[in-house]
């Protein structure tokens, strides 16, 4: 035993028989003052156990807390989906209102359609719509959508059955259309192209001269020509415009999003 260790202990010792020398009264006394000094330690723990105590009667475990994340974050992710579901009712109803301003005051007579399917492995060139012959709905219907209350042009029908058409895209290249340049005399062959996949693809306007005075940004409409599609539809945007040999060619963006096509209208000819 240390040096240290021995004085400590008589000290001590010392200081026991020393007390127990005190008479009841100083005994007392010393318990009192040992009583001040420790008391607010003692307080201390007192909360501290009564905070454990506290905690374990929440009755939750690890595991049960653990549980009851989980199903608030499941909530959470419902909510989210509710609140995405109404936005989209929201945008739907807005999209369903301004198309009825415009079929009211359109100069066309318009059938109400409602996209149903893509068809095969031409998804992007082509749908099917929920109305055929039984709507007077003929070959070479033009389709359309209002944007900012205009009419662009969607494509035309293709196949009609009773109560469903196949529309073929204005981004295949099949589907062709006399156009214009707006504020300008300028006329060409608008068209899509096989196997532009993007949602608003890239459209051709072609045969177009090539001193044309056009620039980007400029409106490409419908010119009537050819009597299947009428005047003045809504095509696209020029995006850039090349000089070849002989003529011009443009690039055009439309100014349909074919990829989210839910409702579109079916042109039956012009109100009287």
Known sequence: MSRINIITLVVFGVVLVWIFLFSPD??????????????PMMSSSEKLERSIDEFGDDGRSPRELRKRLDVLERESALLRLENERLHDLTEENRAL?????????????LVS?????????????TLIIDQGSRSNITVDSPVIVPVDNEAALVG???????????VIL??????????????TTEQGILSGQRGALNAAPELKLRYISK????????????????????GNLLLGEIKEFSRGAIDGEAVVISKVNFAL???????SGLKE
Not at 26 to 39: D, E, K, N, S
Not at 113 to 125: D, L, S
Request: aromatic fraction near 6%; charged fraction near 15%.
């Open 97 to 109: 209102r301004q198309a009825l301003n415009y079929v009211e005051n359109s100069p066309l007579n």
């Open 211 to 230: 001193d044309a005075a056009i620039a980007p940004g400029d409106t490409v409409i419908s010119s009537g020509v050819g009597g299947v599609f009428p």
């Open 113 to 125: 359609a409602r996209v149903i399917n893509r068809k095969g492995p031409t998804w992007y060139h």
């Open 26 to 39: 100083t005994i007392r006394v010393v318990q009192r003052g040992a009583l001040a000094v420790f008391a």
């Open 261 to 267: 096509l839910k409702n579109v209208f079916v042109v």
């Open 156 to 166: 035309k029908v293709s196949q009609v059955g009773e109560d469903s058409s196949v």
């Open 170 to 183: 204005l981004s295949d290249e099949v589907c062709q259309v006399s156009a214009r340049v707006m504020g």
